[in-house]
Structure formats: C-alpha cells, structure tokens
C-alpha cells in the first residue's frame, strides 16, 4: 500500500511539474497503472501527458531511423535535422547532454508540425467559397435579423456563385485584379450605389476575416474606389407612389373603421393607428396595453414581431416563421412615441372591444384565434382598403412615410421627427421619408400663396 502511495506520489509530482522524465520512470512502472485514487483533474493532465510523452516518443523514434545520435570526444552529443536548403538537406543540432538533444530533436518536429497544421488551415480558407459559410455562421451570431442573413445569402448566389474569384486563391488577389472583378459585376447586373454596397460586403468582410485568421496580411478591397458615375441612377419616385396623399387617407381610414364596425376585429383599427403614431409593421404588430405609458400620452415601443428563417446544413432555407423579440430594430428604435387624442381613443376602442370579444393574450392588442397576429393580418387588410378606396395598392410603409411628412409640413423639428420615428440618423429621415402629400391643385394653391405680390 506505501508502494503504491509513493507512486500516486510521483504522478502528482509529474503532474505538477510537467516532468516528462519522470513520466517516463512512471510509465515503466506496472504498478502506476492500477493507481486509481488521483485527483480527476490530476487524472485528466496526467493522461494528456501520456499522450504527450508517447507522440514525442514516436517522432524521436522517426528521427533516429534516418538519423543517429552520438557522442564526440568533448563529451558534446551531436546529430542531424532536416534542412532542404542546406548541403546535403540537413542541419547539425548539438547539445551538452542526450537528454537535452532529445528534447531539441523533439521540439524541432513539434514546431515542423505546427507550422504543417497552420498552413493546412490556412488553405482550408484560401478561397472565397471555403470562407464564406464560415463568415456567415460568425455573422449570424451578430445579428438576430435572420431575413439579413437570408438576404446576404441571396447575394451570394446571385452575384458570387458563378463567377470564377470564389475559386482563386485569396493570397494571390491583386488589387487590380479585385477592381476589374467589382466593376465586371457592376455592368453586368446594373447595379446602383446601393446595390454595389450590398453586394460587396460579402467579399470585403470576408477578406477582413481572412486577415482576422492569419491567412493574408491585408484586405486588398480597401484599397480602392469605384467611381460614382458608374452606377445606375435612380429616379427619386413620384410623391403619390410613396405617401398616401391628403385625399387617399381619409378614404383609407373609413374603409378602416367600416371593416371594425362591420366585423367587430380590432385588426382592421391597426391602419388609423399606424396614421397616428408611424410605426413599423413588426412595432404595431407586437404592441401590448401594458405599452402605454406616461399618463396614457406615450407608447413605449420595445419590442417587434420578426421573420425568423433558418439555414439547412445543405445550405437551403426552411419555411420562415414568425416570432416577437423583446428588442426594437435598432438602439435608437426603443423609444416613447407620442399619443394623439385620436391615437387613444383607436387604442381605448381595441382594448374595450378585445374584453367584449373576452380576447386576451399576453395583454397584445392585436389577436386573432386568441393568438398574436402576424404582419401579414394587416397587409391583406391595407390592400383591400386601397382597392375598395379606389386607389393604387400601397403598403403599411408608406403609411409611415406618410407619418414622417405630416410631422414634417407641420414645422416639427426634425431631430424630434427621427426620435419619433426611432431612426439613428436625421438624414434617413429626410433623404427616404420626405414627400409631397398635397394633390395638384394644393400644390397650386401654396405656390400662388408664395408667389403673391
């Protein structure tokens, strides 16, 4: 038993020590092989090192089937390593005593293994095809958008999967040659500024990755412009295709509230609350009673109904559902937006109704089968109303733009808009949601008004 103690003993003391010599002592003892009562951890390391000791064996071993180890009159131990670039492909390595040659010899082929496994990884990111599922799969864990991860997704196949760059070898880009294959996709596809940026964030954050993992020193895609003139111009639209105009609105509202009143579904009242408060689709989908605020006056909006998609490991997308995420869109989409009167008397006329219709769930405003809608619910209805209005079909976007305008021909001040609005920049809010509302002849009227001596 004292045995066995003085030997449980020395495994801890290999342990600790990261002694190979006494490992080796150990290893040739039968009787360290029935030592059952070591810490785990110790138990765990001393395993790991037995691993160790064996492999380093086994190159030394290697070693000494080409080359051998001997003893010159000085007492120094010599031998050989490989060495391609010198007389007769190898190198002499000398040390005072074997056991420290062995432990050079050893570490020589430890670091020939190393470097054999960074390149092998390196290559196995070599080319644009081979980085770009890894990318992905770290970009999805920086976004909880999944349709974002779709739509880079569909870029990749469009612009990317049959050209031949995803094949070449990362490390011989040029920067030419990086800049004719951008322009090339810009002729062929047509695209504008936009559609540029999209499409190249693919291929420029894939390189930054490729440096980020060692495999090149520099990401050559930023190393130059595309001139401006080369991309498609677009046409800034009609106003009366992007905003629903002074006399489309009260047509739409009343389509509105004739459906609640007809069906009693407190669905239909999603489009005049939508005209009050410019929200999005996903924020007004997922709003809750509890969301009001402040005395009845603010809605505070901290959560959105998203698309969720999922990627196959054979690289197609399943089905998307829908699901609320307790997050607005952005940090700036967190926000308390302001109630109108009439925004609280829409919001009164849901609540009381949802309690006649005893539909409640999780305190959503919205319910259809007792469930959360989806976006869907109130996109069929806006198009419905629009054809029963008799003018052109429009979506619940441009029922926010429309929002956005109104602020804006009212005079408020834009920072207070873009807060509104839950955008991070006011020129977002000015460059994509400014239009003209008024019909023709308001127009004509405002500019003789102007004009007028």
């Not at 079909?393 to 873009?418: C, T, V």
Request: a positive charge.
């Amino acid at each position: 038993m004292r045995n066995n103690n003085d030997i449980q003993t020395q495994i801890s003391k290999s342990v600790k020590s990261d002694n190979i010599s006494l490992m080796q002592q150990l290893l040739n003892n039968p009787v360290a092989a029935d030592i059952i009562n070591l810490d785990s951890k110790e138990l765990l390391k001393f395993i790991d090192m037995t691993k160790k000791f064996k492999h380093e064996q086994e190159l030394l071993k290697q070693h000494l089937e080409k080359y051998h180890i001997w003893e010159n009159s000085k007492g120094v131990f010599l031998s050989y390593l490989p060495a391609p670039d010198k007389l007769n492909n190898r190198k002499p390595v000398t040390a005072k005593t074997k056991e420290k040659l062995e432990r050079k010899i050893i570490d020589f082929y430890l670091d020939l293994e190393r470097v054999e496994k960074e390149n092998s990884e390196k290559a196995m990111l070599s080319t644009l095809r081979k980085i770009y599922p890894h990318w992905l799969q770290m970009k999805s864990l920086e976004t909880t958008a999944s349709s974002y991860i779709r739509r880079i997704d569909n870029d990749w196949h469009k612009y990317y999967l049959d050209t031949p760059v995803i094949d070449e070898d990362i490390r011989d880009f040029t920067r030419a040659r990086l800049r004719e294959w951008a322009l090339q996709i810009i002729r062929e596809h047509s695209l504008t500024k936009n559609q540029y940026y999209n499409m190249a964030v693919i291929i420029r954050q894939c390189l930054d990755y490729a440096v980020e993992q060692g495999v090149i020193s520099e990401n050559l895609y930023n190393s130059f412009k595309i001139d401006g003139k080369l991309f498609r111009k677009i046409k800034k639209p009609e106003d009366s295709t992007q905003v629903f105009l002074t006399d489309e609105r009260p047509l739409i509202e009343a389509e509105a509230w004739k459906d609640f009143e007809q069906t009693g579904c407190t669905v239909a009242l999603a489009i005049p609350l939508a005209f009050q408060t410019g929200l999005r689709l996903g924020e007004l989908v997922a709003l809750k009673s509890t969301d009001v605020c402040r005395d009845g006056k603010y809605l505070h909006i901290q959560r959105m109904r998203q698309k969720v998609e999922k990627q196959l490991p054979d690289g197609n997308w399943q089905p998307c559902e829908w699901q609320n995420v307790e997050h607005a869109k952005t940090a700036a989409g967190d926000r308390y937006v302001f109630l109108t009167e009439e925004a609280r008397r829409i919001i009164r006329c849901i609540i009381d109704r949802n309690k006649e219709n005893n539909a409640v769930y999780d305190n959503y405003l919205f319910l259809k089968n007792g469930k959360n809608i989806t976006p869907r619910a109130i996109t069929t209805r806006i198009s419905k109303y629009c054809r029963y209005a008799g003018i052109s079909d429009k979506s619940m976007h441009k029922i926010r733009k429309s929002y956005i305008s109104s602020l804006l021909d009212a005079g408020i001040n834009i920072n207070e808009i873009r807060k509104q609005v839950g955008h991070e920049d006011e020129r977002t809010t000015l460059h994509n949601y400014c239009f003209n509302r008024n019909i023709e002849s308001e127009n004509e009227k405002e500019i003789e008004k102007a004009l007028a001596i």
